[in-house]
């Protein structure tokens, strides 16, 4: 949700011509801002912080991760 904006399911059902998931169609900038929010909730969970917390936390950082990866590339 985070970084794509949908649930694995609602990509699956706006898509079902297409085999896989939303990762297998992601560019590499996605899946490493992916790989570096997967991180970051983890340790959100540690601290405690409720999950629609996290999600408006982690929202905000993959916007800003992104921006970051795609003027560097």
Do not use: H
Request: charged share 20%.
């Amino acid at each position: 949700m985070a970084l794509f904006g949908k649930t694995a399911k609602q990509w699956r059902d706006a898509n079902p011509e297409l085999q896989g998931n939303m990762r297998d169609y992601a560019e590499i900038n996605q899946l490493i801002c992916m790989s570096n929010l997967e991180n970051i909730n983890s340790v959100l969970i540690n601290d405690g912080l409720p999950q629609n917390e996290r999600l408006e936390k982690l929202n905000q950082i993959a916007i800003q991760q992104m921006k970051i990866l795609q003027i560097k590339s």
